[in-house]
C-alpha cells in the first residue's frame, strides 16, 4: 500500500511538473507548432489541432494532459480534426499564479464549451476518459448543441464505493489526509484541488442522464476501478447508448490492454448510424 501511495504522488508529480517543462523535443502537449492559447473565461487555456475533418474533442482524466492520448491522436488525426486541451488547472492550462479558488466538473466542462465556441465549432464528437467522460457527461447536459456524439470511458457519477472500488477511495482518502499534514507550496494545492474532485465530486443523478439527447458510447474495462455495474448503470440511463465492457482491462483501456481495439470500436460508433435493438432483433447473434 505505501508503494502504490508513493506512485501516485510520484504520478501527479510528474504531470506537475510537465507542465512546467520548456522541452519541445515531446511531440503532444509540448508541440508549440500545433499549440495555441485560448483566452476563455478567466484562464489561457492550452490547446493542440491535428488532422482535418469533423471536429473531434478528446478531453483527459484527473492530474492528466494531452501527452495522455499519444495513442489517440495519430490514429483520429488521420479522419477528424482532433482537437486536444489541458483542462482548467492541469498541463499548460495551469496558472499557478492565478489558479481558482475551487475546481468543479461543472467549470471544467463550460470551459470545453467556450473553447469550442473560441474555435467556431458548433458541434463535434466528442471523447473522455476518466475524469474527462464525467466532463463529457456534463457538457452533453449542459451544452447538448456541443455534442454531436459521446463516447466515454471510466465515468462515474458521485464520489462513493457504490461506484467507485473501495481501495482506491480509501488510498486517495489517506493520501489527501498525508497533504493536510505537510507545508503548503503551489504543487501540493494543486495536487489537493485534484484529489478532492476525486473524493467529492461529482454529483450526478441517472435523471441528469435521461437529458442527454445524443448517442452515447459508454466503456469500462472489465477490471476497473470504476464498477462494471455502475457503468451499466450510466448505459442504461442514457436513451440513445451502446455500452462495451473491454475483457481483460483496466482504467487504462485506451493506453494497455485494448487501445487498438478502443480505438477502432469509438471510430466505428462515431460513423454509424445509431440504433436500438428492440423486440424480435433482441433474440438475434
Known amino acids: 500500500m505505501k508503494n502504490l501511495l508513493l506512485f501516485i504522488s510520484f504520478f501527479l508529480f510528474t ?14 502537449g509540448d508541440n508549440l507548432k500545433a499549440g495555441h492559447t485560448a483566452k476563455i473565461r478567466d484562464i489561457n487555456m492550452y490547446y493542440e489541432i491535428y488532422g482535418a475533418g469533423q471536429p473531434l474533442l478528446i478531453i483527459h482524466g484527473n492530474s492528466g494532459s494531452i501527452r495522455d492520448f499519444e495513442y489517440q491522436i495519430p490514429y483520429f488525426s488521420k479522419k477528424y480534426k482532433v482537437i486536444v486541451a489541458d483542462s482548467r488547472d492541469h498541463g499548460r492550462t495551469l496558472d499557478t499564479l492565478h489558479m481558482t479558488d475551487s475546481l468543479s466538473y461543472e467549470m471544467m466542462s463550460d470551459d ?6 473560441y474555435l467556431h465549432i458548433d458541434s463535434s464528437y466528442v471523447l473522455g476518459w ?8 456534463l457538457l452533453s447536459i449542459r451544452h447538448p448543441e456541443k ?3 459521446l463516447a466515454i470511458t471510466g465515468a462515474n457519477l458521485w464520489p462513493d464505493s457504490t461506484s467507485i472500488e473501495p481501495f482506491i477511495l480509501n488510498m486517495f482518502n489517506m493520501q489527501y489526509k498525508m497533504m493536510k499534514m505537510q507545508k503548503e507550496t ?7 484541488r485534484h484529489y478532492n ?15 442527454i439527447q445524443c448517442p452515447t458510447l459508454v ?6 476501478v470504476i464498477k462494471p455495474e455502475h457503468t451499466l448503470l450510466i448505459a442504461k440511463s442514457i436513451s440513445k447508448s451502446n455500452l462495451w465492457i473491454a475483457p481483460n482491462s483496466g482504467h487504462g483501456v485506451l493506453v494497455f490492454e485494448n487501445r487498438d481495439k478502443f480505438n477502432a470500436e469509438v471510430d466505428a460508433f462515431f460513423n454509424r448510424a445509431y440504433k436500438k435493438i428492440s423486440g424480435f432483433e433482441l433474440f438475434k447473434h
Request: proline share 2%.
Open 15 to 28: 504531470n506537475i511538473l510537465n507542465a512546467q517543462r520548456t522541452d519541445t523535443t515531446l511531440h503532444y
Open 112 to 117: 470545453y464549451a467556450a473553447l469550442l465556441d
Open 130 to 137: 476518466s475524469d474527462g467522460g464525467i466532463n463529457g457527461l
Open 147 to 149: 455534442v454531436k456524439k
Open 186 to 192: 503551489v504543487e501540493l494545492k494543486v495536487m489537493k
Open 197 to 211: 474532485l476525486i473524493l467529492s465530486q461529482p454529483h450526478l443523478t441517472t435523471q441528469d442522464l435521461s437529458k
Open 219 to 224: 466503456i469500462g474495462g472489465d477490471h476497473d
